[in-house]
């Protein structure tokens, strides 16, 4: 019995071993690759045949169509406004559908359903015309202030998670401050957002992370405008059929390093999910 | 403060909608239908009269100067095309700028949503009339602007926190999503690109072409719709059984070191998406390291390669395999808190019963996973049919096939929208798609969401 357990467990360690090999790598490859000292595209050989960190260092050296560190900050500006106005519409709407009662509350939230089963962006040339129609469009700063419209103006139907969290919250809590004389607006700004921090952060974080990989809706906006990309059409670019044999190596050391916070970013995301699944007042 | 003197009278105050409060109210009332704010000016109630009034002014100015036109200019979209008019009386060709069927038919739409806006505040007039005139008749005294103010912290807070987000829900996909609807209708398509050329209504025109058999689009639509589902039931079940199950082996009780496991498998998942596809597509490129390894391992000759992306099979297949590198550690993910929520007993009661693992996976784990994770299954099912970024930064929807329409083998019906729209600037086809697609998701949705118990008894846990 004893032998056969012990067989049983190294089989699936063996397993395991050989499964998270295949799923390490790929992202080897990409690390591998970033460090190579050849220029050029495709190699006939995988093992680089030196190993050098310009490629890391031309990444911050202005040249030609490439501007990583200006796509960088393009990115982390519009990430951090886009991420604040979500994250408040977020909260408004969830709070709403979970603690008030109110004639328009299941509408709103059929609507919400309803809304969410249409492609995304099937109507992303008509918010490029409406955007163009209100003048967003003249000038790069502008374009950037339309790309976190676009990203945070359709957050308040994202409220699922949030009210589910709030749903947790016991209402004896709220009845007890409605005793002490406290209206519902102090209820939600006293008692319950302090209650909600996992899910404010993870809130945050989620959208946070939204400009940084989304590639459709960047496109659109900034068309041919270099100097306004954000980080993912930026790379994309570098891979386009003109440009991938000077940038091969570059694209790889550029993602590599905007892989890095946005992975931590994403394991912290995690931590808060399980937590505000878990519930916000332990019993 | 009228509220405290008479809760019971608040109730049925509360109660009195639109229709109630026009039919109920006296001839003041009945004008605020009319005159917005009249109830509430005749009785000294000065800002919130002349807050509703200001708006209806400011509503008339708009459709005199504007509006009216607009709604006109829907019927017609445009009959002026831009060009050269011969002038008679200066003998000169003069350039006329011309209609521009695109900018009518947005204008009419943001006219109907004010419309909509200035009714939905006609009926507030008159519900804040009627209260006024109720008010007035039973004695109580009537607020005053501070005290609707304060209101709006306590029985109207919904008003206050949802004003925002519903103006940004309205003007970022309300509006832009009718716009698209309405262009379903029309044929806004590469030909009939405003304003060097108008377009007009076709009404049910294009989904014509794109259903009926025989057409070039159907020949297009059917197969990509096809596919779409093929793709979509692959790499749904496939993460979700695969994730599960290696969830289950990770935190079985034999596992050590389960928290490092669960770290190798995670890190495909933390890197961005795009960054992993886009590595994944160099990967398995012609020239790639895969075909490098496969030449090194004398597999395949020394200058094949495998058209991972070039063959529509093949290309199907290395999606769908791709999409299980980057799914399963999601699912594992998310199963993992789940499954340690199933009680000890039920496998305990199976072993006794001499039930092998297999067994146990089957008659315990997947139905018990299946009951909680139905609505995820769905949701992911939903992402699947829409998973723009899996294809497109892949395949790009290639090997593109010159039976198809401006589409790929492997292109599903959101990025031959996309391309479509983009690329082709055929809008009122990609408008059609997304409707149909909205008729798939919205048909499978109700057959199942319905069922599940987390939407009948949304208040069963509060």
Known sequence: ?283 | MSKNKAPQGELSLKDAGFVSSFKNGNAVTKASALVFGLGNLLHGQIIRGLLLLALEAAYIVYMISFGLNSLGGMITLGTQEQGQVWNESLQIFEYVKGDNSMLFLLYAVITIFLTLAILLMMTVSVRSAYATEWRLAHGHALPTFGDDLRSLRQQNLHVLLLVGPCIGIIVFTIVPLVFTILIAFTNYDSQHQPPGNLFTWVGLQNFKNMLAQGSALSTTFWPVLQWTLIWAVFATVSNYILGMILAIVINRKGTRFKSFWRFMFILSVAIPQFVSLLSMRTIFNANGPVNILLRDLGLIGATDSIPFFTNALYAKITIICINIWIGVPFTMLTTTGILQNIPEDLYEAARVDGANPIVIFFKITLPYMLFVTTPNLITSFVGNINNFNVIYLLSGGGPDSLEYYYAGKTDLLVTWLYKLTITQKDYNLGAVIGILVFVILATLSLLTYRHTGSYKNEEAFQ
């Open chain 1, 1 to 283: 019995m004893k032998l056969k357990k012990f067989i049983t467990n190294s089989i699936v360690h063996v397993i395991l071993a050989i499964l998270s090999f295949i799923w390490i790598l790929p992202i080897f490859f990409v690390v591998l690759t970033s460090f190579r000292a050849e220029g050029g595209s495709y190699k006939t050989y995988i093992w680089p045949k030196g190993f050098t960190l310009d490629n890391y260092i031309n990444l911050f050296v202005e040249r030609g169509q490439l501007h990583y560190t200006k796509w960088f900050m393009n990115t982390f500006i519009v990430a951090i406004f886009s991420c604040l106005l979500s994250a408040f519409f977020v909260l408004c709407v969830s709070y709403c559908m979970s603690r008030l009662r109110f004639k328009m509350r299941k509408p709103f939230m059929n609507i919400a359903l309803i809304l969410g089963m249409f492609p995304g962006f099937m109507s992303m040339f008509a918010i490029y015309y409406i955007l163009k129609g209100l003048g967003f469009l003249e000038s790069g700063v502008m374009k950037m202030i339309a790309l976190v419209l676009v990203y945070s103006g359709g957050s308040g139907l994202g409220f699922y998670i949030a009210k589910g969290f709030f749903d947790t919250i016991p209402k004896t809590i709220d009845e007890a401050a409605y005793i002490d004389g406290a209206t519902k607006w102090d209820t939600f700004i006293q008692i319950t957002i302090p209650l909600s921090k996992p899910i404010i952060v993870h809130t945050l974080l989620t959208s946070f992370m939204g400009p940084w990989v989304d590639y459709i809706f960047a496109k659109v906006i900034m068309g041919t405008e270099t100097d306004y990309y954000t980080i993912a059409i930026g790379l994309w670019s570098m891979l386009e059929k003109e440009y991938i044999e000077y940038y091969y190596t570059q694209f790889y050391a550029g993602c590599v390093l905007i892989s890095i916070p946005i992975a931590i970013l994403f394991l912290l995301t995690q931590k808060c999910y399980t937590e505000s699944v878990a519930g916000a007042v332990k019993g």
